[in-house]
Protein backbone atom coordinates (compact mmCIF):
# COMPACT_ATOMS: atom_id res chain seq x y z
CA UNK A 1 0.00 0.00 0.00
CA UNK A 2 1.32 3.58 -0.84
CA UNK A 3 2.28 5.63 2.49
CA UNK A 4 2.25 9.26 0.48
CA UNK A 5 -0.22 11.49 2.68
CA UNK A 6 -2.60 13.82 0.59
CA UNK A 7 -1.76 17.69 1.08
CA UNK A 8 -3.96 19.08 4.17
CA UNK A 9 -6.12 15.87 4.61
CA UNK A 10 -3.91 14.10 7.58
CA UNK A 11 -4.42 10.90 5.81
CA UNK A 12 -2.97 8.35 3.65
CA UNK A 13 -3.76 7.44 -0.04
CA UNK A 14 -4.98 4.52 1.31
CA UNK A 15 -7.58 6.19 4.07
CA UNK A 16 -5.47 5.28 7.11
CA UNK A 17 -3.97 7.95 9.56
CA UNK A 18 -0.28 8.96 9.30
CA UNK A 19 1.76 6.06 11.27
CA UNK A 20 4.05 7.48 12.97
CA UNK A 21 2.67 9.89 16.00
CA UNK A 22 -0.36 7.49 16.34
CA UNK A 23 2.21 4.94 16.57
CA UNK A 24 3.73 6.69 19.43
CA UNK A 25 1.38 8.21 20.75
CA UNK A 26 -0.10 4.68 21.35
CA UNK A 27 3.57 3.36 22.94
CA UNK A 28 3.20 6.25 25.04
CA UNK A 29 -0.48 5.08 26.37
CA UNK A 30 1.15 1.48 26.67
CA UNK A 31 3.66 2.01 28.72
CA UNK A 32 1.38 4.41 31.27
CA UNK A 33 -0.27 0.89 31.46
CA UNK A 34 2.77 -1.35 32.56
CA UNK A 35 2.30 -2.41 36.09
CA UNK A 36 5.23 -1.60 38.36
CA UNK A 37 6.58 1.28 36.38
CA UNK A 38 3.63 3.08 34.83
CA UNK A 39 2.80 6.48 35.19
CA UNK A 40 4.12 6.81 38.59
CA UNK A 41 7.55 4.98 37.30
CA UNK A 42 7.41 7.66 34.38
CA UNK A 43 7.29 10.70 36.18
CA UNK A 44 9.76 10.52 38.96
CA UNK A 45 13.13 11.27 38.60
CA UNK A 46 15.84 9.34 40.54
CA UNK A 47 18.32 10.35 42.60
CA UNK A 48 21.76 9.63 41.22
CA UNK A 49 22.82 7.59 44.87
CA UNK A 50 19.44 5.68 44.26
CA UNK A 51 20.86 4.65 40.66
CA UNK A 52 24.38 4.01 41.71
CA UNK A 53 25.06 0.58 41.35
CA UNK A 54 21.76 -0.67 40.79
CA UNK A 55 21.88 -3.30 38.13
CA UNK A 56 19.26 -5.57 36.10
CA UNK A 57 19.80 -9.22 36.11
CA UNK A 58 21.54 -11.05 34.17
CA UNK A 59 22.26 -14.56 33.53
CA UNK A 60 25.03 -15.72 36.33
CA UNK A 61 27.62 -16.47 34.33
CA UNK A 62 27.44 -13.15 32.74
CA UNK A 63 27.56 -11.08 36.10
CA UNK A 64 31.16 -12.54 36.80
CA UNK A 65 32.83 -10.70 33.84
CA UNK A 66 29.95 -7.29 34.41
CA UNK A 67 31.98 -4.47 36.42
CA UNK A 68 28.58 -4.15 38.71
CA UNK A 69 27.02 -7.53 38.36
CA UNK A 70 24.43 -6.62 35.96
CA UNK A 71 23.34 -3.99 33.43
CA UNK A 72 23.43 -0.53 35.18
CA UNK A 73 19.93 0.53 35.74
CA UNK A 74 19.70 4.16 33.94
CA UNK A 75 22.89 2.98 31.30
CA UNK A 76 23.46 2.89 27.53
CA UNK A 77 25.48 -0.29 26.77
CA UNK A 78 27.06 -0.81 23.07
CA UNK A 79 26.74 -4.03 22.04
CA UNK A 80 27.70 -6.34 19.25
CA UNK A 81 28.25 -10.03 18.59
CA UNK A 82 26.45 -13.32 18.61
CA UNK A 83 22.72 -12.63 19.24
CA UNK A 84 22.71 -15.02 22.12
CA UNK A 85 23.52 -13.45 24.92
CA UNK A 86 21.07 -10.26 23.98
CA UNK A 87 18.46 -12.93 24.56
CA UNK A 88 19.94 -14.13 27.81
CA UNK A 89 19.52 -10.61 29.06
CA UNK A 90 15.60 -10.71 27.89
CA UNK A 91 15.42 -14.01 29.31
CA UNK A 92 16.81 -12.77 32.59
CA UNK A 93 15.13 -9.49 32.71
CA UNK A 94 11.52 -10.89 31.83
CA UNK A 95 11.87 -13.82 34.08
CA UNK A 96 12.93 -11.60 36.94
CA UNK A 97 9.87 -9.96 36.98
CA UNK A 98 11.21 -6.87 34.60
CA UNK A 99 9.22 -5.52 31.60
CA UNK A 100 11.89 -5.38 28.20
CA UNK A 101 11.37 -4.52 24.75
CA UNK A 102 13.10 -5.49 21.25
CA UNK A 103 13.06 -2.20 18.46
CA UNK A 104 14.48 -2.71 15.32
CA UNK A 105 16.63 -6.70 15.83
CA UNK A 106 13.75 -8.65 13.66
CA UNK A 107 15.35 -11.67 13.30
CA UNK A 108 15.80 -11.92 17.40
CA UNK A 109 14.99 -15.38 18.34
CA UNK A 110 11.86 -15.77 20.78
CA UNK A 111 11.89 -19.64 20.86
CA UNK A 112 15.13 -19.15 22.16
CA UNK A 113 14.33 -16.52 24.61
CA UNK A 114 11.39 -18.63 25.85
CA UNK A 115 13.93 -21.90 26.14
CA UNK A 116 16.33 -19.35 28.61
CA UNK A 117 13.23 -18.75 30.87
CA UNK A 118 12.24 -15.67 28.89
CA UNK A 119 8.71 -14.59 30.16
CA UNK A 120 6.71 -13.48 26.38
CA UNK A 121 3.89 -11.04 28.56
CA UNK A 122 6.50 -9.01 29.66
CA UNK A 123 8.43 -8.64 25.81
CA UNK A 124 7.46 -6.20 23.19
CA UNK A 125 8.45 -6.67 20.29
CA UNK A 126 9.20 -3.73 17.80
CA UNK A 127 10.16 -5.55 14.70
CA UNK A 128 9.97 -2.79 11.81
CA UNK A 129 10.01 0.82 14.17
CA UNK A 130 9.74 2.70 10.64
CA UNK A 131 12.06 5.77 9.80
CA UNK A 132 13.32 6.78 13.47
CA UNK A 133 13.65 3.65 15.53
CA UNK A 134 15.93 5.47 18.24
CA UNK A 135 12.83 7.66 19.03
CA UNK A 136 10.57 4.68 19.66
CA UNK A 137 13.34 3.40 21.79
CA UNK A 138 13.03 6.82 24.07
CA UNK A 139 9.59 6.16 24.39
CA UNK A 140 10.18 2.91 25.30
CA UNK A 141 12.35 3.89 28.02
CA UNK A 142 9.76 5.70 30.10
CA UNK A 143 7.90 2.54 30.79
CA UNK A 144 10.24 -0.67 30.58
CA UNK A 145 13.44 -1.87 32.50
CA UNK A 146 15.59 -2.77 29.24
CA UNK A 147 15.20 -1.97 25.56
CA UNK A 148 17.43 -3.50 23.14
CA UNK A 149 17.35 -0.78 20.36
CA UNK A 150 18.68 -2.43 16.92
CA UNK A 151 20.11 0.50 14.47
CA UNK A 152 20.47 -1.06 11.04
CA UNK A 153 23.79 0.21 10.66
CA UNK A 154 23.27 3.75 11.35
CA UNK A 155 25.24 6.43 13.12
CA UNK A 156 23.63 7.95 15.52
CA UNK A 157 25.43 11.65 16.46
CA UNK A 158 26.66 12.85 20.08
CA UNK A 159 24.01 15.18 20.49
CA UNK A 160 21.41 13.09 19.93
CA UNK A 161 23.31 10.02 22.04
CA UNK A 162 23.44 12.71 25.22
CA UNK A 163 19.28 13.54 25.29
CA UNK A 164 18.29 9.72 24.75
CA UNK A 165 21.39 8.84 27.85
CA UNK A 166 19.58 11.29 30.12
CA UNK A 167 16.21 10.02 29.54
CA UNK A 168 17.23 6.78 30.08
CA UNK A 169 19.32 7.82 33.54
CA UNK A 170 16.10 9.24 34.76
CA UNK A 171 13.55 6.99 34.29
CA UNK A 172 15.99 4.16 34.76
CA UNK A 173 16.04 1.95 32.25
CA UNK A 174 18.27 0.40 30.56
CA UNK A 175 19.42 0.74 26.41
CA UNK A 176 21.33 -1.37 24.92
CA UNK A 177 22.33 -0.61 21.27
CA UNK A 178 23.59 -3.05 18.09
CA UNK A 179 24.25 -2.65 14.90
CA UNK A 180 25.51 0.45 14.41
CA UNK A 181 27.05 3.68 16.28
CA UNK A 182 26.43 4.97 19.28
CA UNK A 183 29.38 7.67 20.64
CA UNK A 184 30.30 7.63 23.99
CA UNK A 185 28.29 4.03 25.93
CA UNK A 186 28.63 3.31 29.88
CA UNK A 187 29.89 -0.31 28.80
CA UNK A 188 30.47 -2.35 25.85
CA UNK A 189 30.20 -5.54 25.02
CA UNK A 190 31.31 -7.97 22.08
CA UNK A 191 30.23 -11.52 22.03
CA UNK A 192 31.25 -13.92 19.25
CA UNK A 193 30.85 -17.70 18.95
CA UNK A 194 34.03 -19.41 19.87
CA UNK A 195 32.93 -23.09 19.05
CA UNK A 196 30.35 -25.98 19.64
CA UNK A 197 30.30 -29.44 21.87
CA UNK A 198 28.97 -32.50 20.19
CA UNK A 199 29.65 -32.09 16.99
CA UNK A 200 32.23 -34.71 15.44
CA UNK A 201 33.04 -35.16 11.55
CA UNK A 202 29.84 -34.29 10.13
CA UNK A 203 28.30 -35.91 12.51
CA UNK A 204 26.88 -35.59 15.99
CA UNK A 205 24.16 -33.50 17.97
CA UNK A 206 24.53 -29.91 19.01
CA UNK A 207 24.78 -30.55 22.73
CA UNK A 208 26.64 -27.00 23.89
CA UNK A 209 27.69 -23.53 22.53
CA UNK A 210 30.43 -21.70 23.53
CA UNK A 211 30.54 -17.58 24.06
CA UNK A 212 33.93 -15.40 23.93
CA UNK A 213 32.60 -12.16 25.79
CA UNK A 214 34.69 -8.86 26.13
CA UNK A 215 33.67 -6.16 28.47
CA UNK A 216 34.81 -2.31 28.19
CA UNK A 217 33.58 -0.21 31.11
CA UNK A 218 34.70 3.40 31.34
CA UNK A 219 36.71 3.02 34.19
CA UNK A 220 38.52 0.03 35.88
CA UNK A 221 40.15 -2.87 33.50
CA UNK A 222 38.48 -3.95 30.30
CA UNK A 223 37.73 -8.37 31.44
CA UNK A 224 37.41 -11.39 29.02
CA UNK A 225 35.78 -14.35 29.37
CA UNK A 226 33.67 -17.49 28.15
CA UNK A 227 30.50 -19.35 28.58
CA UNK A 228 28.64 -21.71 27.68
CA UNK A 229 25.59 -22.56 26.69
CA UNK A 230 23.85 -26.04 27.49
CA UNK A 231 20.26 -27.22 26.87
CA UNK A 232 18.68 -29.38 29.68
CA UNK A 233 15.57 -31.10 30.04
CA UNK A 234 14.06 -27.94 30.88
CA UNK A 235 16.32 -25.17 29.43
CA UNK A 236 19.22 -23.70 28.48
CA UNK A 237 21.96 -23.24 31.25
CA UNK A 238 24.67 -20.89 31.24
CA UNK A 239 27.73 -21.88 32.68
CA UNK A 240 31.10 -19.78 33.36
CA UNK A 241 34.40 -21.19 32.06
CA UNK A 242 36.92 -18.74 32.78
CA UNK A 243 37.21 -15.12 33.60
CA UNK A 244 40.25 -13.02 32.71
CA UNK A 245 40.20 -9.14 33.49
CA UNK A 246 43.87 -8.37 31.47
CA UNK A 247 43.50 -5.95 28.85
CA UNK A 248 46.66 -7.51 27.02
CA UNK A 249 44.55 -10.31 26.39
CA UNK A 250 41.62 -8.26 24.98
CA UNK A 251 43.77 -6.08 22.90
CA UNK A 252 44.47 -9.46 21.52
CA UNK A 253 40.90 -10.93 21.36
CA UNK A 254 39.94 -7.92 19.47
CA UNK A 255 42.73 -7.66 16.87
CA UNK A 256 42.19 -11.15 15.97
CA UNK A 257 38.22 -11.08 15.73
Known sequence: MGSAEDSGAGKRRDGMPPRDKPTLDELRRRMVAIPGRGEAAAERIPRAAELHREALAVPPALAELLPDGGLIKGSVVAYSGASSLLVGLLAAVTEGGGHAAVVGVPRLGLLAAVE????????????????????????????????????????VAPSRTRVIAARARSKGATLVVTDGRWPNPSLRLDTRVAGYG??????????SVRLEVAVRGKAG???????????????????SLETVADEATIEAHGAAS
Open 116 to 155: MGAQLQRLAVVADPGPDPVEVAAVLLDGLDLVVLGLGGMA
Open 198 to 207: GLGAGHGRLR
Open 221 to 239: PPCHGRIELRPSTSRVEWV
